[in-house]
């Protein structure tokens, strides 16, 4: 059956060789890729890259609560008059790591807070009730959520959690303009993606999975670009040297696991927290019930929803 899914970070990295293979396996998906620019040049490329045409943009700047719902509003309207056929699936990929913890987006929250988990929660909320069964939800965390050195390769800090009307101010703290301030910022805000799928699991409709996904580490992307010329070149030429080692996994194959996600594979409970393709546990810190509903609440307040 023909269908649609909408998906964010399908730009470039991981998201965009997922998105290229998803196409590519699936004639019936329909794409819809948020973008912040003009996308017409980016879909152009994932319709030649994998041979389906399929594939529309609507602009969202994610770190921006106004475009995030003129993006759904627009998903939306293409729905109501038949331009996308059903909507059975959203995938929030998009993701970066800031080397501060001080940043404000327009509408002052956090900015690595707002992209990572406010945007994804509210495109979800919005999009929710046009959601056709069955359907699955991905959202995209990370190992950095665990917190030690198996799963960070001390690259990324822990996770420090806090009350969530918090995690979502610009750090005031005295290190709030370091590297280790931001990406602590990154491994809570992956953290706070998995209490998001706990509790997008009790909510959702029957048929609507929600899935937590881990890429592990893949070396090469862009999303250590915030940070200064050496991490930069060390990102680009050496660490992905590793994803010749079990330490990491390279951005095709990581595309291509995401790819399967989208595509329902694995098939796993709604709630699931899928590495690289195969279903494991998560922290033990990531499931927790009362801060899960915190998280939503403080979520929907931020976002307006309330
Ligand atoms: N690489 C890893 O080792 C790794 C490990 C675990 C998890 N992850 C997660 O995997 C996902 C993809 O990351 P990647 O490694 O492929 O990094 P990437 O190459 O930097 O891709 C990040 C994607 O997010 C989009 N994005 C970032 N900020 C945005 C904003 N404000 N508004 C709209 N879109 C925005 C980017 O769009 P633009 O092109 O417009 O910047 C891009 O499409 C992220 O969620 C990341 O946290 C990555």
Not at 14 to 27: K, N, Q
Not at 144 to 157: A, E, K, Q, Y
Request: hydrophobic share 45%; charged share 20%.
């Amino acid at each position: 059956m023909q269908h649609t899914i909408v998906m964010t970070g399908a730009s470039r990295g991981i998201g965009y060789v997922a998105a290229v293979e998803a196409l590519r396996r699936s004639r019936d998906l329909h794409l819809v890729v948020t973008t912040r620019g003009p996308g017409d040049a980016l879909v152009a490329r994932l319709a030649r890259d994998s041979g389906n045409p399929q594939v529309g943009w609507v602009g969202a700047e994610l770190a921006s609560l106004a475009s995030v719902r003129a993006a759904a509003a627009e998903v939306g309207r293409r729905l109501d008059g038949g331009a996308l056929p059903p909507l059975t699936g959203f995938v929030g990929n998009a993701g970066l790591q800031l080397t501060r913890a001080d940043r404000a987006t327009v509408d002052g929250l956090e900015e690595t807070f707002a992209v990572n988990v406010l945007a994804h929660h509210l495109l979800v909320r919005l999009l929710a009730e046009r959601i056709t069964t069955p359907a699955r939800v991905v959202l995209t965390t990370s190992d950095t959520h665990v917190g030690d050195l198996r799963h960070n390769l001390g690259l990324v800090p822990a996770p420090r959690w806090r009350a969530p009307l918090e995690l979502a101010r610009p750090s005031t703290a005295p290190d709030a303009g370091t590297a280790t301030a931001g990406r602590r910022a990154y491994s809570t805000s992956k953290l706070a993606v998995i209490h998001l799928v706990h509790e997008l699991a009790r909510r959702l409709p029957p048929g609507v999975e929600a899935v937590a996904w881990n890429p592990g580490f893949v070396p090469g992307t862009g999303l250590t670009r915030d940070g200064g010329t050496l991490t930069r070149l060390v990102a680009r030429h050496l660490l992905p040297l590793l994803a010749r080692t079990p330490l990491a996994v390279d951005v095709v194959t990581a595309g291509g696991h995401l790819a399967s996600l989208i595509g329902g594979r694995p098939a796993v409970a709604t709630g699931a927290y899928v590495t690289k393709d195969a279903e494991e546990r998560s922290s033990a810190e990531s499931y927790d019930r009362a801060r899960e509903r915190e998280l939503w609440e403080a979520a929907d307040r931020l976002c307006g929803l309330a």
